[in-house]
């Protein structure tokens, strides 16, 4: 009888999820983040990689891969957007220059 009450109750354990896993970064911050913040954006600013999975995994991420995901999708977006191509035909921001007139002597 204690046999089988043994059994009945490590037959029952349920093993811990990680609901987490298998999200894309993006996803990890749609679902856990947006309730506090907007956007993305700025979050990470410019903190290394190392100390900003730290930071997660202590207050937010379930476990350290988790972590190092959110870090890596956080920083890939406070990067400043890259500078866009001129277009055929725009004009330059700067005017350009011009020789000086040849002085005309009378």
């Known amino acids: 009888m204690i046999f089988a ?5 490590t037959g029952t354990v349920a093993t811990a999820q990680n609901l987490d896993a298998g999200k894309s970064p993006d996803r990890l911050f749609a679902d856990g983040c947006t309730t506090c ?4 954006r700025g979050l990470a600013k410019g903190r290394m990689s190392l100390t900003l999975s730290w930071f997660l995994a202590d207050h937010y991420a379930t476990s350290s891969d988790t972590a190092k995901a959110l870090a890596a999708y956080l920083q890939s ?3 400043p957007p890259p500078r866009a191509a001129a277009k055929p035909g ?4 700067k ?11 009378h």
Do not use: I, W, Y
């Open 5 to 9: 009450a043994v059994a009945g109750l």
């Open 37 to 40: 913040h907007r956007s993305p």
């Open 77 to 79: 977006v406070d990067e």
């Open 90 to 93: 725009a004009k330059s921001s």
């Open 95 to 105: 005017s350009a220059q011009r020789p000086p007139k040849p002085a005309q002597s």
